[in-house]
């Protein structure tokens, strides 16, 4: 049974680039959230996509912006990079959208934005 | 909004037992979870209570005071395997998505 997967792991953008990253939740899973995790702190909610609509947004620009598959796959898009935007991005996956059950989390993208 | 609090580090010995404090105040509460942060890992669950009390899993027991936002994660028996970043998280009320994670708690395990 795959668990939460993403890609790619790392990836090395310049400042106002655009970057995509990509999730696959855990199988039986039909939601996504997002995560960022800057060193030393805690993830962070960016928002999180259910029957492929983004139900809640934490705070975060519009420069963010996702989106979900039919399968249930997830893209986190960023647009025009800033120097800030570096750090590992988290998708985590649970069921129907609840937040109170356990999260499985993927290993994450890190981000470096040069 | 939501404010969660942790220590940034600690650090004890292997066989020790070590008690990891959070403490929060939000504009709704359900529950809270305790995640474990490898470094460089993603984070893993440790558990998630609603009720006020106790639970205990194994050499980690989590206790949550709903009245006092607080929280503590209890780690028996230390290992050196049990370095790592430990995160407490507060999830809304139903209906709502946005999970907060305190910064985490460094521990180090030393011989």
């Known amino acids: 049974d795959a668990g939460v997967t993403q890609s790619p792991t790392h990836l090395i953008k310049t400042r106002g680039q655009q970057v995509t990253l990509r999730c696959s939740p855990k199988?039986?899973?039909?939601?996504v959230s997002w995560y960022q995790q800057a060193l030393g702190q805690g993830p962070q909610f960016i928002f999180q996509y259910y029957e492929e609509e983004e139900r809640q947004r934490g705070n975060f620009p519009d420069r963010f912006s996702g989106h979900q598959f039919p399968n249930y796959s997830s893209e986190l898009n960023v647009n025009a990079l800033l120097l800030g935007d570096s750090a590992l991005y988290l998708c985590?996956?649970?069921?129907?959208?609840?937040?109170?059950?356990?999260?499985?989390f993927g290993q994450g993208t890190r981000l470096t934005v040069v | 909004g939501q404010n969660i609090d942790q220590p940034t580090e600690m650090t004890a010995t292997e066989g020790a037992i070590v008690q990891i404090n959070c403490t929060y105040q939000?504009?709704?509460?359900?529950?809270l979870f305790w995640y474990q942060q490898h470094a460089g890992e993603a984070p893993t669950f440790l558990s998630y209570n609603v009720l006020d009390g106790l639970e205990e899993k194994g050499r980690f027991s989590s206790f949550l005071s709903r009245s006092k936002g607080y929280s503590y994660l209890l780690l028996k028996e230390l290992q050196m395997k049990d370095s790592a970043s430990y995160l407490c998280?507060?999830?809304?009320?139903?209906?709502?998505?946005?999970?907060?994670f305190g910064t985490g708690t460094k521990l180090q395990v030393i011989p």
């Open positions: 998280a507060v999830t809304p009320p139903r209906g709502y998505q946005k999970v907060t």
């Open positions: 199988s039986g899973h039909d939601t």
């Open positions: 985590a996956s649970s069921f129907q959208g609840a937040s109170d059950t356990e999260a499985f």
């Open positions: 939000t504009s709704g509460f359900n529950g």
